[in-house]
């Protein structure tokens, strides 16, 4: 999945749109969505879901490249727990 800021500089590109119209479409502050856009804020979660809400970018691609925990799962086996000393 592309991230965020991407896929929102794309809409806005697309609909021909400069940050001032996409801000008050969005309903936020101009200076947010050129910090979005640039990848220089992230967006916390109301504002992903005004975002996902109004032009269908989904929330997901604004959260953290290093946020996947998918690699920390790892089967506990005897003597491997850091409390097992």
Same mark, same amino acid.
């Given at each position: 999945?592309? /991230?965020?800021?991407?896929? /929102?500089?794309?809409?806005?590109?697309?609909?021909?749109?400069?940050?001032?119209?996409?801000?008050?479409?969005?309903?936020?502050?101009?200076?947010?969505? +050129?910090?979005? !856009?640039?990848?220089?804020r992230? !967006?916390? /979660?109301?504002? !992903?879901?005004?975002?996902?809400?109004? +032009?269908?970018?989904?929330?997901?691609?604004?959260?953290?490249?290093? +946020?996947?925990?998918?690699?920390?799962?790892?089967? !506990?086996?005897?003597?491997?727990?850091? +409390?097992?000393?």
């Amino acid at each position: 999945m592309r /991230l965020g800021p991407q896929q /929102l500089k794309d809409w806005i590109q697309r609909r021909d749109f400069n940050n001032e119209e996409t801000a008050r479409y969005l309903g936020i502050d101009p200076s947010v969505v +050129t910090k979005l !856009a640039n990848g220089t804020r992230h !967006a916390g /979660l109301k504002i !992903a879901l005004i975002i996902e809400r109004k +032009t269908g970018i989904p929330v997901e691609s604004w959260a953290a490249p290093d +946020t996947d925990t998918s690699d920390d799962l790892v089967t !506990a086996e005897p003597g491997n727990s850091l +409390t097992d000393k």
